[in-house]
């Protein structure tokens, strides 16, 4: 399976800042982000065969972004809630890579296989 999410995804440092600067909003970017992705994979049938490799490439304009700070948290929240995945566990996802491509757009590019 392979998906494109054409969204600016908070970074770590960016929800820990709004974290500390109000209690609220780091939940209010989950449920943003939750809302987006699940908006792009409903009707998606479930994955039968597990554990999968999940394969993030994050398309970002420059070199300025930390690999690090790029957070999968959200999005495979969002693929739990809306029974693509059964769970993010070890026993369901048993590898992730990150990678990061300079594009003229900012997206995630998600592969899960």
Known sequence: MRFEFHYKFENL????????????????IKKKEM??????????????????KI??????KDKRRDLDNMVLKNV????????????DSLKYINEIDYKAVVDNDIFLELIIG
């Not at 820990?16 to 600067?21: P, V």
């Not at 495979?76 to 769970?87: R, S, T």
Request: positive net charge; hydrophobic residues 40%; charged residues 25%.
């Open 76 to 87: 495979l929240d969002a693929f739990v809630k809306e029974g693509i995945l059964k769970n």
């Open 13 to 28: 440092n960016d929800i820990i800042c709004n974290s500390r600067a109000n209690v609220y909003k780091a939940n209010n």
């Open 55 to 60: 394969t993030a490439i994050w398309h970002v």
């Open 35 to 52: 809302s987006y992705v699940a908006s792009k994979i409903k009707n998606l049938k479930p994955i039968e065969e597990y554990p999968v």
